[in-house]
């Protein structure tokens, strides 16, 4: 993933304003977050990603990524923040990698100690044709909603899903038909959940007892 990051980025040149989103969504009865997501958006050919990232919180030290193209690593455009207990929120955003791919990223972030902290992340690359899915609240959780690859040759190949630095093993993901459309996915493709464990503060994934 990293090789074929570096070959598609090549030099960061373009784009350079400045976004910002601010915090919604709010999971009920959870107390708010005042989370705030700054982007420095940059677009080079055919990709659109952010050049640097910054989630800030009044008090506290910001959290501040930037894209690394020599080390295969670029951000998305983090542009919507859930909220969550004690102090934790979710940020999720999206970036086109070219022709062929695009990629979804979640981030679980923690207000603790005076700074702005990254628990754990989440990031879903397919194929541009494929249903990207997202981050979505039902019933007062919020999960992430990872669409499988259809049977397409291109969408097989392009599919991968990295939670905490790790690719997730897709034969053993949990994977059922969607009921209801939603988040761009139609109601009969198989969709999977990950949840957020407040307990471990990090990302699960729901596997399948088959093996």
Do not use: C, K, Y
């Not at 997501?37 to 506290?60: C, D, M, Q, W």
């Not at 999720?92 to 791919?101: F, H, I, K, N, R």
């Not at 969607?178 to 109601?187: D, F, K, P, T, Y």
Request: no cysteine; proline share 4%; glycine share 8%.
């Amino acid at each position: 993933m990293n090789q074929r990051l570096r070959s598609m980025l090549g030099p960061l040149l373009g784009l350079a304003l400045a976004l910002s989103a601010s915090s919604a969504d709010a999971v009920e009865g959870a107390p708010e977050t005042t989370v705030t997501v700054h982007v420095e958006p940059a677009t080079e050919g055919n990709l659109s990603f952010a050049r640097r990232v910054e989630v800030r919180a009044r008090g506290a030290a910001a959290l501040v990524r930037e894209t690394d193209a020599d080390a295969g690593v670029m951000l998305a455009r983090m542009q919507r923040v859930w909220s969550l207990p004690d102090g934790r929120a979710v940020v999720a955003g999206e970036a086109v990698l070219g022709d062929s791919t695009r990629t979804m990223q979640v981030w679980l972030i923690a207000v603790r100690e005076g700074r702005v902290t990254l628990l754990d992340e989440l990031t879903l690359t397919v194929a541009r044709s494929a249903p990207l899915g997202g981050v979505v609240e039902t019933r007062g959780r919020v999960r992430v909603m990872v669409p499988a690859p259809a049977m397409a040759r291109a969408e097989i190949e392009e599919w991968e899903l990295v939670v905490h630095e790790q690719e997730a093993d897709r034969e053993r993901l949990r994977f059922r038909p969607l009921l209801h459309s939603r988040e761009g996915v139609r109601a009969g493709r198989r969709i999977a959940w990950v949840d957020v464990d407040l307990a471990r503060d990090r990302f699960v994934t729901r596997l399948s007892r088959r093996r």
